[in-house]
Structure formats: C-alpha cells, structure tokens
C-alpha cells in the first residue's frame, strides 16, 4: 500500500495513511475524505467490518476494500471490491470514480 500511497500522491491526491482502525475513525471525524481505501488481504473480514462502520458514521465517504482471492468472496451490498495486484491505473481510475460517486 505504501507504493500505492507514494503514486497516488503524484498523481495529486491528498493521501493519509494509517494501519490502525481506531486512527482511520478518528481522522474520518477529523477531515473531509472522499475515498477510503481498506487493505483486507490479512483479514477480508475485519475489512468488511471496518468498512460498514465507515459507511453507517460516514456515508459520505466512499469505501474501496483492496485484497486477494476476491473470486471467492460474496459481493456485500455496496462495497466495492478490488483485485490487489490489479494496474494501478485500474486502481486510480476506481478511486477517481469512488470520488464522484459513480460505480466501480
């Protein structure tokens, strides 16, 4: 996510970075943030959990879940998925469409 953070950045996103659930809450309550993007490759679950709690406290912030082995997981509701290891033009375009409200 790092390399992710770096060339979001030079692309002219305004990129916070955090690794703390807890920290992502508190900076949502903070400042205005579009996009949220969750890396659920070590738990899609725990993902899943922390995005609809994004969703209920902040509907106005879009939700992006990055993992693995996506073709195993049912869609939930909404929540946009994306492949890890996809292009990151692919992943900036979905941000970029996440930002303005439109479907991945």
């Known amino acids: ?30 400042r205005r943030v579009d996009v949220a993007i969750l890396d659920g490759t070590a738990s899609f679950t725990d993902a899943a959990r922390l995005a609809g709690a994004i969703e209920a406290l902040h509907p106005e912030v879009s939700v ?11 869609p939930i509701g909404n929540l946009r998925l994306f492949p890890k290891w996809t292009a990151f033009d692919e992943l900036a375009h979905s941000i970029e ?8």
């Not at 916070?16 to 809450?25: D, G, I, N, V």
């Not at 879940?65 to 996506?70: F, I, K």
């Not at 469409?97 to 991945?104: E, I, T």
């Open 1 to 30: 996510m790092r390399l992710a953070c770096f060339l979001l950045s030079r692309r002219g996103f305004d990129v916070q970075s955090t690794k703390r659930p807890k920290e992502l809450l508190e900076l949502l309550d903070r």
């Open 64 to 74: 992006i879940v990055v993992a693995e082995n996506l073709e195993a997981v049912e």
């Open 97 to 104: 469409r996440a930002h303005l409200g439109l479907a991945s």
